[in-house]
């Protein structure tokens, strides 16, 4: 089991920057997989990025060259920070993780059991 807390949240206007936060808490060590995805309003959840237990990370196009996601494992903490932020990554952000062995380059929802409570982006125009 792990748990995952998301913060680092909030309303910014376009062009601006946020970092996320994920804090994670349990069997760690047993973490194989991380992500955020986010899900705006109406609209599925869709993978933003992933990062596997050996650095490799996976960015969605739509975030290719703004975003990047990091882990710091002394921390048990993932981050994502979000630069030159669009009014279309307005959403609500969400944390997960794995622990099954395989490849960590799928953003994709059924990769992943656990899951945090979300923190919410808004970005304005």
């Known amino acids: 089991q792990v748990q995952l807390v998301e913060s680092g949240g909030g309303s910014v206007q376009a062009g601006g920057s946020l970092r996320l936060s994920c804090a994670a808490s349990?069997?760690?060590?047993?973490?194989?997989?991380m992500g955020w995805f986010r899900q705006a309003q109406g609209k599925e959840r869709e993978g933003v990025a992933a990062?596997?237990?050996?650095?490799?990370?996976r960015y969605a196009d739509s975030v290719k060259g703004r975003f990047t996601i990091s882990q710091d494992n002394a921390k048990n903490t993932l981050y994502l920070q979000m630069n030159s932020l669009k009014p279309e990554d307005t959403a609500m952000y969400y944390c997960?993780?794995?622990?099954?062995?395989?490849?960590?380059?799928?953003?994709?929802?059924?990769?992943?059991?656990?899951w945090g409570q979300g923190t919410r982006v808004t970005v304005s125009s």
């Open positions: 997960a993780a794995d622990f099954r062995v395989g490849d960590c380059s799928a953003l994709s929802r059924d990769r992943y059991n656990y």
């Open positions: 349990g069997h760690t060590y047993s973490v194989y997989c």
């Open positions: 990062i596997g237990w050996d650095g490799s990370t």
